[in-house]
């Protein structure tokens, strides 16, 4: 029997280092199993393969491992691979088109748009054919290169042959883009594209697009010519996978409103040619189809309140409210609650916020005008403005917003001038050029001499780079030649729709030769038939209240279109008083043509003045 010290001794230590151990050891939490990224894990097999390959096999294996590493943004990984690629000359023509489409990928994710461009149209290209599987992707790139490079027709060529494999999972995004930029080519541009157009996608596009903007603002006709280019382009794209604007068209057409409540003060001339304008435009709609809305006519002259004709408008019926004209009625709509059915006012609020849900504001804002010449001048290189305008409340309103405009886009004004009822500008332009200190700086070296046969030349102020007028036709027919009398005929003048009386071609404009200004196309486009017919069988009526028939036109061309644009499913819109857009306030913006006095005649300038607006 062993002695008890020597069995219990050992099991003591034992236990107590057991128990010691069990204290001192930390149980430490599962280690988290890093994922395995099985493409990369691909791209590694496909690496080693290419290892035992050689040859066109080879170049294949490892530009598809290079293929799935640019997919997962490993650019480097992929650059390197693509490098491994001996002699792409030689490879089969699938494989020089993979090696030139992935480096003209890895070109354009390094921001080198050139040697993209080179990829895609050197030699190794030049086996693609409109059914090759990569031809979308290699389109798509071309059309986008080519776009960065301001060459929309080339573009819109290669989209359209990217789009041809309506099968394809980007088919329905090519479609798009290709949409978006047929509508943004001006019709001329159009026009170029059709007589150098070589292939049926392209001129199935291109004959789209012409029938979609013969009548923009009659969705029924638009419908029905779509339906006729469906017939005849049966085997086009664009007969099974129409742009969304279109496709949406049918859609927009039944939910149109059918009975509409017109609001205006028909005792002023002001009413009466919104309301000329608007019936015109309701005619010959008419005379396409018999589907037009029920119109109803409320006279607001002198109204003080418009709730009272607002809700009488509703209970008839009306599902469309156009109106009122006057600010203060506006002003009383867009204080309110929610308004009971959409409604198109024929003015503006004091308040650019919306108060009121459902209220649209469209109307002829000067403010619109003014940024327009602001952004005009500034594009022209301008920088130091001299302003010319009536001395009275209204026009102190839009000096200030001219000069605002032109001081947010980085201009300074120099000089200010005004004018009251007058038929001699002398006095006004000569404080505009600093002339009258001139002559007074001479009136005192006169008092000084002792000899009175002093000889004298007037100087003008040299540091003004236009002028901005605010003038209608006669008083500019006054002020212009004045500026030239008084050594200004140099100076470029830009002015606002005021300044024409819409006479395209008169002996009288020969006064205002030179100046620039923006007007609505309805003015300075006599061609249109709606407008020829508006002239031959309506009173004969001056410039400021044929713009007033253009908003009454637009309005009623607006009206199946306002959830569109409010929607966003369209940009903008082609209108008689200019291209019309929404802005996030629901207010009616108006980009307006530009032109120019030459030789008593207005002549239209193709300058593009959207760059500088906001």
């Known amino acids: 029997m062993l002695p008890r010290s020597t069995v219990t001794a050992p099991c003591k230590v034992l236990m107590i280092a057991l128990l010691t151990g069990c204290g001192a050891t930390e149980i430490s939490a599962p280690q988290p199993v890093t994922p395995v990224n099985t493409a990369v894990v691909q791209a590694e097999a496909l690496v080693r393969a290419a290892g035992e390959s050689s040859g066109d096999s080879a170049a294949r294996l490892l530009l598809e491992a290079a293929q799935i590493y640019f997919d997962e943004a490993d650019y480097s990984g992929a650059r390197k691979l693509t490098n491994r690629v001996q002699s792409p000359a030689s490879l089969a023509a699938e494989s020089q088109l993979a090696y030139a489409l992935l480096q003209a990928k890895l070109a354009m994710v390094s921001g080198d748009s050139a040697a993209a461009m080179r990829w895609l149209t050197g030699n190794l290209t030049q086996s693609m054919t409109e059914d ?66 070589d292939s049926y996608q392209l001129l199935g596009w291109i004959e789209l697009g012409r029938v979609y903007r013969a009548d923009e603002f009659n969705i029924r006709s638009q419908l029905d010519a779509i339906e006729r280019w469906q017939q005849v382009w049966t ?16 859609s927009l057409w039944d939910a149109r409103p059918r009975s509409i409540a017109l609001l205006l003060p028909l005792q ?83 308040s650019p916020q919306i108060m009121t849900g459902n209220l649209f504001q469209f109307g002829l804002a000067p403010e619109d005008e003014i940024s327009q010449a602001a952004a005009l001048a500034w594009n022209s290189g301008h920088r130091q403005a001299a302003i010319i305008a009536p001395d009275t409340f209204n026009y102190a309103r839009l000096r200030t917003a001219f000069a605002n405009a032109w001081q947010n886009l980085g201009g300074n004004v120099v000089s200010n001038a005004t004018y009251g009822d007058t038929n001699d500008y002398s006095d006004v332009v000569k404080r505009l050029m600093a002339i009258d200190s001139s002559e007074q700086r001479a009136a005192d070296l006169l008092d000084l001499l002792p000899r009175t046969n002093l000889e004298f030349t007037p100087r ?28 200004a005929g140099d100076i470029p003048v830009y002015a ?23 007007d609505a196309p309805w003015l300075l486009d006599s061609a249109p038939p709606l407008r020829q017919r508006a002239d031959a069988e309506l009173r004969p009526v001056p410039g400021p209240l044929q713009r007033l028939r253009a908003l009454g036109v637009d309005s009623f061309q607006l009206y199946p279109r306002l959830q569109q644009l409010a929607n966003a499913e369209v940009p903008s819109i082609p209108g008689t ?38």
């Open 460 to 487: 003008r102020r040299q540091d003004i780079d236009f002028i901005f007028l605010v003038a209608n036709p006669r008083q500019g027919r006054l002020i212009k030649p004045t500026l030239a009398f008084y050594f």
């Open 577 to 614: 008083t200019g291209i019309l857009s929404l802005s996030g306030n629901q207010r009616i913006y108006r980009a307006l043509e530009v032109a120019r006095f030459r030789n008593g005649k207005v002549e239209l300038q193709a300058l593009d003045i959207s760059a500088n607006l906001d």
């Open 496 to 518: 606002l729709p005021s300044i024409f009386d819409g006479t395209i071609d008169s002996a009288e404009n020969r006064d205002l030769e030179g100046i620039w200004f923006t």
């Open 235 to 250: 085997n086009h794209t664009a007969a099974q996978i129409l742009p969304a604007d279109l496709a949406s068209l049918q």
């Open 132 to 197: 090759s599987p990569n031809a979308p992707e290699f389109y798509t790139m071309l059309g986008s290169l080519h776009e960065d490079n301001n060459n929309l027709a080339d573009a819109i060529n290669a989209n359209a042959m990217a789009a041809r494999q309506i099968n394809h999972p980007n088919a329905a995004q090519i479609v798009e883009r290709l949409w978006a930029q047929l509508q943004s080519l001006e019709a001329e541009e159009l026009e170029q594209l059709a007589a150098s157009a």
């Open 268 to 350: 002023q001339t002001a009413g009466i040619a919104i309301q000329e304008g608007f019936l015109s435009a309701y005619y010959e709609a008419l005379a396409v189809s018999r589907e037009v809305p029920i119109i109803s006519v409320y006279d607001t002259s002198g109204l003080l309140d418009v709730e009272p004709v607002y809700q009488d408008a509703v209970a008839a019926g009306a599902n469309l409210i156009i109106g009122p004209l006057n600010k203060d009625l506006v002003n009383q709509l867009n204080s309110g609650d929610r308004l009971p059915v959409p409604t198109l006012a024929l003015n503006y609020s004091d």
